[in-house]
């Protein structure tokens, strides 16, 4: 595996790190993460994530003591440490080592920082789209969502998921409203007649709140295109003509099908594509030049 990992400051190649079998994170999944996305020496969204960050911890009672500064100094000194065209950094902290489910405010949290290269997808899923089952989630969240490392019954789901002929998971909430796939927000594309509505599930629903999410939001919103966050019934998708899910690394990827309903994301005359430049065009900005969004490599002017 290439790559290094930072465990409380000491850096070592990816293979190499250690950490105490004790940890809470191993034991009981008590800790918070967030996963960056690199471009060169560049993060985006970087302190978007982080205050998501804080707001896991709040949610959690698990304690931050670096920093926002600090964190960003190690995140973008592992990155000059590598030469990676596109980097997958994930930050983790942990509550500290201790057994049992009771929390002692003595406890020492742990940092854990990989800088690995992020996972080149196959091309397919950018020009075909993917595939989504839809799945009642047993987890009815109401307020806001942490990221946590609890992922078990999304590794379960997408499993099952995949074992069918599908790419991932649709989850719904007690309500039959549509909420995120298994690491991803979705939107929602709908035509009547000549207008257009762009729409993704609101946080009532239960959902981890995306940071691409909301730089697509606010790109559009800046861009004077009207997008909805709404609650959206399972009962509604085939009223819907396209869709995209979104994520850190993945960046944005166009939906074929929804149980059996067919989209049409990837048509030329898409309004997905609009999106999807929009979105690279403030890649590009953030950047200082233009990416291969999947492998990361510059794209040069002709």
């Not at 030469?83 to 983790?92: E, G, M, P, V």
């Not at 430049?277 to 990416?291: A, F, H, K, P, S």
Request: proline letters at 3%.
């Amino acid at each position: 595996m290439e790559g290094i990992i930072s465990v409380n400051g000491a850096i070592t190649p990816a293979l190499e790190a250690k950490i105490g079998v004790t940890d809470r994170g191993l034991l009981f999944g008590d800790n918070i993460f967030e996963v960056f996305a690199g471009f060169g020496n560049k993060i985006l969204d970087l302190t978007d994530h982080l205050e998501r960050l804080r707001t896991s911890a709040e949610i959690h009672g698990i304690p931050i003591p670096w920093t926002n500064e600090e964190l960003q100094f190690e995140m973008e000194s592992l990155l000059e440490q590598t030469s990676f065209s596109k980097s997958y950094i994930r930050l983790a902290i942990t509550r500290g080592f201790g057994f049992g489910l009771s929390t002692d405010p003595s406890m020492k949290p742990n940092k854990i920082i990989y800088c690995l290269p992020a996972k080149i997808e196959d091309e397919s899923i950018y020009t075909k789209g993917l595939r989504l089952k839809k799945k009642k989630s047993s987890i009815n969240e109401t307020g806001k969502v942490a990221k946590t490392g609890n992922y078990i019954r999304s590794i379960t789901a997408l499993a099952e998921a995949k074992s069918t002929g599908y790419d991932d998971v649709l989850w719904t909430n007690a309500n039959q409203e549509i909420t995120e796939a298994s690491t991803s927000n979705i939107f929602l594309i709908g035509r009547e007649g000549d207008l257009v509505e762009i729409a993704t599930p609101t946080e009532r629903s239960g959902l981890l709140l995306g940071i691409t999410r909301k730089r697509i939001i606010t790109l559009l919103t800046n861009a004077s295109i009207n997008v909805t966050e709404r609650l959206i019934s399972e009962d509604e998708i085939p009223r819907f003509d396209e869709g995209f899910l979104c994520s850190t690394v993945r960046g944005l990827v166009p939906l074929a099908e929804i149980d059996g309903h067919r989209l049409h994301s990837t048509r030329s005359a898409a309004v997905f594509h609009h999106i999807e430049r929009l979105y690279m065009t403030w890649v590009e900005t953030e950047v200082g030049y233009r990416v291969h969004w999947n492998t990361g490599k510059r794209i040069e002017e002709v």
